[in-house]
């Protein structure tokens, strides 16, 4: 097995030493995620150096990610097809009052940051690595105060990092064209200028990734209709099983759904008084036929770029669907096994940078409790 250092082979600060030093530190949390960092650096003088790495200003988040991404690039490489998969989540810092910069969450009275990765994950579920990462806090004083989300453009709003991600995928799949990409987001993601970027980005002349986005907003047609309806009317043409997980109050079980899937034009919205255009899309509806009494029926509408014509296309579309699980266990090993809204560190740049590290070792543990099974 390759060393976990492996993942910063190609790390360049301009300072050789400073280089060891974040691949030494890499494989010294990595070898125990769960334990606070000077436990895991063995020693004061392995912990003084962690500490001075942090503070340097040669060091941040995005550089240390940066040999990783290639890293992840080459795996992705290997495979035909691969699912870049966005999410975010909350980091919960209340209560360490001695970190600086961090931002409301969704009460004022919660401190904390928010991180978005995007995750390269095979269609059969093994993930590849990080292929970027967006960490953000919000302004004090910013929650209650947004406007309809027609008045401002979407560069400033927080949704602009859903249309950044699919950006950077599109940049992806025109540095490796032998494997197709395709952006894989849930309903947050349901954002009309990402289905209009693929467009563009096509019309360039520019190879575009593909996109599977699960339904928001009930949208309106370019024939009067409402989407779910329309897809809702349409003929089943397959039908699915699958174990879903428990969660958050909801048991484990079986799932069977039957699947419909519609191409249908969508209405374009206004953006500050001007109409976009119309995009054609995929409506796939998955729909669950006998929920247990009492529980509410597992369905998901997800739209697409890409045109279903057979049931196996629509099996398949649904498959990268429940790929995207992977990244909230990546979440989940982020929080519980490394432990990392445990972080004491004064500054949030300093947790940023130490983040890195800890979304590589989550990766490394993802990958290989998968590998075997997959």
Known sequence: MVALSNELKNIDFGDKRLNRRTRRLLEDLGNNPGVSIPVACNGWG??????????????????????????????????PIVLCIQDTTELDYTGKNDIE???????????????????????????????????????????????????????????????????????????????????????????????FEQQIVSQKGKSAADWLIRSRFDRNTTDGKKLWKSTQQSEVIDQVEFDLPAAKGRKARQIIQSLRAVRIKLNPP???????????????????????????????????????????????????YLARWQIEIFFRILKSGCKVE?????????????????MIIAWRILFLTTLGRV
Not at 48 to 54: D, E, S, T, V
Not at 169 to 186: G, H, K
């Open 342 to 358: 445990e972080l004491q560190l004064e500054k949030v740049e300093k947790i940023e940078a130490a983040l890195s590290f800890y």
């Open 270 to 320: 206004f953006r500050r008084g001007k109409k976009l255009d119309s995009v054609e899309v995929t409506a796939l509806l998955a729909s669950e036929d006998n929920p247990p009494e009492g529980e509410e029926p597992v369905e998901w509408l997800l739209l697409s770029n890409v045109p279903v014509e057979t049931s196996e296309q629509a099996v398949d579309m649904l498959q990268w």
């Open 101 to 195: 910069g961090l931002g409301p969450l969704n009460y004022e009275s919660r401190r904390g940051l928010y991180l978005h990765p995007t995750l390269a994950v095979t269609p059969s579920q093994l993930c590849l690595g990080v292929l970027d990462a967006w960490k953000f806090t919000r302004e004090p004083g910013s929650l209650g105060q947004n406007r309809p989300y027609w008045y401002d453009p979407i560069e400033k709003k927080e949704s602009l990092r859903w249309l950044e991600g699919y950006r950077q995928t599109c940049d992806y799949q025109q540095a490796i064209p032998e494997t197709r990409l395709v952006y894989v987001a849930d309903r947050e993601g349901d954002i009309y200028e990402i289905f």
């Open 46 to 79: 392995e912990t003084k150096a962690a500490y001075r790495l942090f503070d340097n200003d040669k060091v941040d988040g995005q550089k240390i990610l940066e040999p990783h991404y290639a890293c992840s690039m080459e795996r992705m490489r290997e495979h």
